[in-house]
């Protein structure tokens, strides 16, 4: 067990567990927090977890966690480990089960007092136009060829089905396709867990909300993107559905033989991996882009349903109902990319679980849109609180292998929540404070409570002092879609 004397702080909001802590660790471990964050984490596994991080072979400069760090599977929630390219491991609990568990924030020119008395019409017809819930099937249901096609060229499949537009494509992290996606590494069953979810909310933590832009802390940034203050935005929070599930508990149980196979030492099991250049490896590689491709797509589909559902519910009754995608980020991905290690350029296998790529300004992978200014980051909160837009920082680049948090992240287990809230005192409670919300499960509309979770103002605070992305608006929810 990890204790607080453990941890070296370096900065204000940087600890560091040294390498010299536990024999097998190869590099050191960072966790970047304030006080009541560390305080949280120390209360279960997580910074443990993390230890265990740093112990993977490849594994190179240190292993990272974010604010919003808690408990996952093998890795904590909130974790960034980068390998060494190719010899380097890879690993499919580092990736995480929803394999590109995402976010994408499209905006209007309409203001909250233009939506407000339409507010209630619009979430009810996007919980009845979007499919939301375990196991929900989609407007579109792919046959074999088509599946493939999903996973090999991601939103563009959609894009070209009348689902969005080429700006859209644009504004998405790998233009919603992950190169090196091989179809013929998914597995039968996760096939057809896939084929008939496209365009599907899903259930636990995804959401759809409403949003008004609150407050702008970075006016000029905010001015280029397009941002004011009271503009009505929509975020779309889901990801790879039954398909992506289906590929981690896959290849979960296949490297359990891998391990074996290559002689990998581990200090905890669910820490299973593979050499990158192995056969092994290169099939899971393959799965999972193929899955983030299906998951860009999923989100495709669904922004153009909202953005039917506001012309369905607002045409004739507001000044221009349409809506502009700002962008899409992944976060639960593995990406080959450069970074500067120890004063050498380096090609590294950076695995992000529940953590955001955030790209500084002038990185040739951005869109022109965004090359001066650095990479949009979507940090969505608990529905009854807040999100944030930041912006990617060269910090990021130096410190963090160009990478921030993801959210909130949980302080209560769902079965805590669930015995601590009901769902339908919930929605009053919301709805007290202005929000609305639907919800096709009162037990998982409890599990999803505000309490539930980290403070996001907090998160966000952390990182934004760090350096590790910027502040440029913080959204408060209005309407809220839950599976």
């Given at each position: 067990?990890?204790?607080k004397?453990?941890?070296r702080?370096?900065?204000?909001?940087?600890?560091?567990?040294?390498?010299?802590?536990?024999?097998?660790?190869?590099?050191?471990?960072?966790?970047?927090a304030?006080?009541?964050i560390l305080?949280?984490?120390?209360?279960?596994?997580?910074?443990?977890?993390?230890?265990?991080?740093?112990?993977?072979?490849?594994?190179?400069?240190?292993?990272?966690?974010?604010?919003?760090?808690?408990?996952?599977?093998?890795?904590p929630i909130?974790?960034?480990?980068a390998?060494?390219?190719?010899?380097?491991?890879?690993?499919?609990?580092?990736?995480?089960y929803?394999i590109?568990?995402?976010?994408?924030?499209?905006?209007?020119?309409?203001?909250?007092?233009?939506?407000?008395?339409h507010?209630?019409?619009?979430?009810?017809?996007?919980?009845?136009?979007i499919p939301?819930?375990?196991?929900?099937?989609?407007?579109?249901?792919?046959?074999?060829?088509?599946?493939?096609?999903?996973?090999?060229?991601?939103?563009?499949?959609?894009?070209?089905r009348?689902?969005?537009?080429?700006?859209d494509?644009?504004?998405?992290?790998?233009?919603?396709?992950?190169?090196?996606?091989?179809?013929?590494a998914?597995s039968?069953?996760?096939?057809?867990?896939g084929?008939?979810?496209?365009?599907?909310?899903?259930?636990?933590?995804?959401?759809?909300?409403?949003?008004?832009?609150?407050?702008?802390?970075?006016?000029?940034?905010?001015?280029?993107?397009g941002?004011?203050?009271?503009?009505?935005a929509?975020?779309?929070?889901?990801?790879?559905?039954?398909?992506?599930?289906?590929?981690?508990?896959?290849?979960?149980?296949?490297?359990?033989?891998?391990?074996q196979?290559?002689n990998?030492?581990?200090?905890?099991?669910?820490?299973?991996?593979?050499?990158?250049?192995?056969?092994?490896?290169?099939?899971?590689?393959?799965?999972?882009?193929?899955?983030?491709?299906?998951?860009?797509?999923?989100?495709?589909?669904m922004?153009?349903?909202?953005?039917?559902?506001?012309?369905?519910?607002?045409?004739?009754k507001?000044?221009?109902?349409?809506?502009?995608?700002?962008?899409?980020?992944?976060?639960?991905?593995?990406?080959?990319?450069?970074?500067?290690?120890?004063?050498?350029?380096?090609?590294?296998?950076?695995?992000?679980?529940?953590?955001?790529r955030?790209?500084?300004?002038?990185?040739?992978?951005?869109?022109?849109?965004?090359?001066?200014?650095?990479?949009?980051?979507?940090?969505?909160?608990?529905?009854g609180?807040?999100?944030?837009?930041?912006?990617?920082?060269?910090?990021?680049?130096?410190?963090?292998?160009g990478?921030?948090?993801?959210g909130?992240?949980?302080?209560?287990?769902?079965?805590?929540?669930?015995?601590?809230?009901?769902?339908?005192?919930?929605?009053?409670?919301?709805?007290?404070?202005?929000?609305?919300?639907?919800?096709?499960?009162?037990?998982?509309?409890?599990?999803?409570?505000?309490?539930?979770?980290?403070?996001?103002?907090?998160?966000?605070?952390?990182?934004?002092?760090?350096?590790?992305?910027?502040?440029?608006?913080?959204?408060?929810?209005?309407?809220?879609?839950?599976?």
């Open positions: 067990m990890v204790k004397t453990d941890l702080k370096i900065d204000e909001y940087l600890y560091e567990i040294p390498k010299e802590f536990r024999h097998d660790m190869r590099v050191p471990a960072r966790l970047y304030d006080d009541a305080e949280d984490a120390l209360g279960d596994r997580s910074i443990e977890q993390l230890v265990n991080t740093a112990t993977l072979p490849g594994v190179v400069r240190y292993t990272l966690a974010m604010p919003d760090i808690h408990q996952g599977y093998g890795p909130g974790g960034v480990i390998t060494r390219h190719p010899d380097g491991i890879i690993s499919p609990g580092a990736t995480g929803d590109n568990c995402g976010v994408r924030v499209l905006v209007s020119k309409i203001t909250a007092d233009e939506l407000r008395p507010l209630e019409t619009l979430v009810n017809a996007l919980f009845q136009n939301s819930g375990v196991g929900k099937g989609g407007a579109i249901r792919l046959n074999a060829k088509e599946l493939e096609e999903v996973m090999v060229r991601g939103a563009a499949f959609a894009v070209e009348g689902y969005g537009s080429r700006e494509l644009e504004r998405t992290e790998e233009r919603g396709a992950l190169a090196g996606a091989d179809p013929a998914v039968r069953h996760a096939r057809e867990r084929s008939p979810q496209l365009g599907t909310l899903g259930s636990g933590n995804h959401f759809i909300e409403v949003s008004v832009v609150e407050e702008v802390y970075d006016p000029e940034v905010a001015d280029a993107w941002l004011f203050p009271g503009q009505i929509v975020w779309v929070h889901s990801g790879s559905r039954g398909l992506g599930h289906q590929v981690c508990s896959d290849y979960v149980r296949d490297f359990q033989k891998a391990v196979k290559y990998i030492s581990l200090p905890d099991r669910e820490l299973v991996c593979a050499p990158f250049n192995s056969p092994e490896g290169q099939a899971y590689f393959g799965a999972m882009a193929s899955a983030a491709n299906y998951a860009w797509a999923n989100r495709q589909v922004a153009e349903l909202v953005r039917r559902t506001f012309e369905q519910v607002l045409a004739g507001v000044s221009d109902w349409h809506l502009r995608q700002i962008y899409d980020v992944a976060h639960n991905i593995v990406k080959i990319e450069e970074h500067d290690v120890d004063g050498k350029r380096m090609k590294l296998i950076v695995h992000r679980k529940g953590a955001t955030a790209f500084g300004p002038g990185h040739p992978v951005l869109p022109p849109a965004y090359r001066d200014t650095g990479q949009p980051v979507l940090i969505p909160g608990d529905m609180t807040g999100s944030y837009l930041l912006v990617g920082t060269e910090k990021a680049m130096r410190d963090a292998f990478t921030t948090c993801h909130a992240g949980r302080v209560w287990s769902r079965a805590q929540a669930k015995k601590s809230i009901r769902g339908e005192e919930l929605i009053q409670e919301l709805r007290q404070k202005g929000i609305i919300v639907r919800a096709g499960s009162m037990a998982g509309l409890a599990e999803e409570a505000p309490e539930a979770y980290k403070d996001v103002d907090r998160v966000v605070n952390v990182v934004h002092k760090a350096g590790l992305a910027r502040k440029v608006a913080r959204f408060r929810p209005l309407g809220v879609i839950k599976g």
